[in-house]
C-alpha cells in the first residue's frame, strides 16, 4: 500500500515539476493522472498495492472534496455577481458533453456491429 502512495505522489510530484517547467495552465494533478494512466497502459496492468491506495482514496473522495467547497464560499461574492456566465457555461459545457458522448457512443457501436459482422463473415 505504501508503494502505491509513492507512486501516485511520484506521478503527481513529477506533473507539477513539467507543469511548473513548461508553464502550461493545467493544474499538475492532472498532468500527473496522464502520466500514470500512460504508465498504467504501457504495464497492462494495476499493481496490488496501487489499486488498494486508489480504492482507499476514492472511499473517502467526498471528503476530499471540502476545501473546494470552502474555496468557493471564500469567492462568493464574485460567484453571486456572474452567476449568469457561470450558468450559461455549466449549461453549455454539460450540453455538449452530452453530444460529444452520444456521437462517440454511436461511433463505437456502430464500429463494434461492423466488427461483428466481418468476424461472422470471415
Do not use: Y
Not at 32 to 51: P, T
Not at 62 to 78: D, N
Not at 86 to 112: E, G
Amino acid at each position: 500500500m505504501v508503494v502505491g502512495f509513492l507512486i501516485l505522489i511520484a506521478c503527481q510530484l513529477m506533473g507539477e515539476i513539467i507543469v511548473f517547467s513548461l508553464d502550461i495552465p493545467v493544474p499538475g494533478a492532472v498532468v500527473g493522472m496522464v502520466l500514470l494512466l500512460i504508465g498504467l497502459m504501457v504495464r497492462g496492468e494495476v499493481e496490488r498495492g496501487l489499486r488498494t491506495s486508489a480504492e482507499g482514496l476514492l472511499s473517502i473522495l467526498p471528503l476530499m472534496l471540502v476545501p473546494a467547497g470552502v474555496g468557493l464560499m471564500v469567492h462568493f461574492q464574485l460567484i453571486a455577481a456572474e452567476w449568469v456566465a457561470i450558468l450559461v457555461a455549466l449549461v453549455l459545457s454539460t450540453f455538449v458533453t452530452l453530444l460529444l458522448v452520444t456521437l462517440l457512443l454511436k461511433w463505437m457501436n456502430a464500429r463494434k456491429v461492423k466488427d461483428d459482422a466481418s468476424e461472422e463473415m470471415g
